[in-house]
């Protein structure tokens, strides 16, 4: 296969950026999205070009890392797939492509396709963990889960936190990020604790990381490589009221 | 945003209801309209509880377009630099359109108040008649059209913002699947149907 493919190129982040076209032809259909940099970088590498840079890892579509913007649609064209298990033969021979970093505020690209998304990291800091004893493994069947909420919190913790939802959200905001967070850990009887200060300090964490306000435009959900439904996000709503009628406090000082 | 915008909704519910009355002719729609004045009179005075009403929507339309603009703000923020490459994906017409289409319907709103509140648009004009003031505006296309283009972006408007509130409400199992969107969007043609039947009953002259 022969492909056209339009790539942003930015040196740095004070760096304007640009798209940059490059042909890309001997394209296997079962090459992944990634193979297929793999040999434009390749064919760079040897005209003596510097390579597109794009963060990857497991390339099993479970840890997160990878994250492209084709053709407008976060992790392209597939439904609940990730970048690196996108494969070329999504695409028609011929095609152009056109690839960008995700764009958000909070995502300060660092070269190319990779950008930063450290803001993430910041949201979760702020509430997303359960206090547990530390010492020896605790018994199996001491904290009994009902398998309703056992289900609905795997559900949400199947979110690998690669930002797509930020990346298609026409505001650039980070709802369903979050609410999977708070969703997982509140479902669970090890999260109930900190359920309240937990839904309140990561909106704040949120807001303050520069992510816009949600508006229930459902753009996430249809991108998001792991099915995270939009109903978590009306459950953390829920988690946020409950709390803040509660009287809450945020976080210790 | 959901709390002033649920109280907009029934209000607009109401008075789409109201509206009906012209079908039941020129005493019945104008003592509707003395009704309104007069409801509450014992505890409230003359017109007592018609200003509170109106004291109420206006305070909630004033917080729904500060929260709007709010919201528009932080996502010009959250994106300085757009994407050179972007169809739309999923989000439906109905949710990509509900900034201007909130701009279209507040202008809307004060042209509505000058021509049948008023009167001052109105080409009959007579705040005691308005059975006269809706029938003989409502015999010029252009004002017909003015409603209609005003009414579609308020069905829009509704049909994104009723199920879209009741997420922000944290209501997880009435917002959740196809029930939700299904009683959304008849609730919002129901709202336009209703709206637009007076002014196209009275354009077609099924109501004189």
């Known amino acids: 296969m022969r492909f056209t493919v339009r790539v942003w190129r930015q040196t740095g982040s004070e760096d304007a950026g640009r798209l940059v076209e490059y042909d890309v032809d001997d394209v ?24 597109v840079a794009f963060d990857h890892d497991c390339r099993e579509g479970i ?18 797939t990730t970048t690196c298990q996108l494969h070329m033969r999504e695409f028609t021979d011929g095609d152009t492509i056109v690839v960008e970093p995700w764009r958000a505020a909070p995502f300060p690209v660092v070269r190319d396709l990779v950008v930063d998304r450290g803001a993430l990291d910041e949201v979760v800091r702020a509430g997303g963990y359960v206090s547990v004893s530390t010492g020896s493994a605790p018994e199996a069947h001491a904290t009994p889960v009902a398998r309703a909420d056992a289900d609905k919190a795997f559900e949400s913790a199947a979110c690998i936190g690669c930002g797509a939802c930020v990346a298609a959200c026409p505001n650039g905001s980070a709802m369903l990020f979050t609410a999977a967070k708070v969703t997982h850990l509140g479902r669970l009887p090890q999260g109930a604790p900190e359920r309240d200060t937990r839904a309140l300090d990561m909106l704040a964490a949120h807001d303050e990381a520069g992510f816009g306000g949600c508006t229930n435009t459902g753009e996430c959900t249809a991108v ?5 439904p939009l109903a978590d996000i009306a459950q953390f709503n829920q988690d946020v009221l409950r709390a803040s009628l509660r009287g809450a406090g945020g976080r210790p000082a | 945003m959901a709390v002033t915008g649920f ?12 509206n009906l009355k012209i079908f039941f002719g020129e005493t019945a729609f104008d003592s509707y309209a003395r009704w309104l004045r007069a409801m509450g009179s014992a505890v409230l005075g003359e017109s007592g509880v018609l200003w509170t009403i109106r004291i109420v929507l206006l305070v ?5 377009m500060t929260a709007a603009i709010q919201l528009a703000r932080r996502a010009r923020a959250a994106r300085p630099s757009g994407y050179r490459h972007r169809p739309p994906v999923q989000g439906g017409y109905a949710a990509r359109t509900m900034r ?15 021509d049948l509140t008023v009167g001052w648009l109105n080409p009959h004009g007579v705040p005691e008649e308005p059975f006269l003031n809706v029938t003989s505006g409502f015999q010029q296309w252009w004002v017909v059209l003015i409603y209609t283009v005003a009414i579609l972006a308020l069905g829009l408007h509704v049909r994104h913002g009723v199920w879209s509130a009741l997420r922000s409400l944290g209501t997880v199992r009435a917002s959740h699947g196809p029930l939700a969107r299904t009683v959304a969007l008849v609730v919002a043609v129901a709202l336009t149907a209703g709206y637009l039947s007076v002014p196209y009953a009275v354009l077609f002259g099924l109501v004189e």
């Open chain 1, 224 to 228: 998001c490589p792991k099915g995270i």
């Open chain 1, 28 to 51: 296997s259909p079962d090459m992944s999205f990634l193979e297929m940099l793999d040999v434009l970088n390749e064919r760079l590498t040897l005209r003596g070009e510097e390579p």
């Open chain 1, 63 to 80: 840890c997160g890392m990878c994250g492209l913007t084709i053709n407008g649609v976060a992790h392209g064209p597939r439904r609940a």
């Open chain 2, 60 to 64: 909630s339309v004033l917080l729904h």
């Open chain 2, 7 to 18: 109280i907009l909704f029934f209000y607009v519910v109401a008075h789409m209801v109201g």
């Open chain 2, 100 to 114: 201007w289409g909130g701009v279209i319907i507040a202008l809307f709103v004060i042209y509505h108040v000058l």
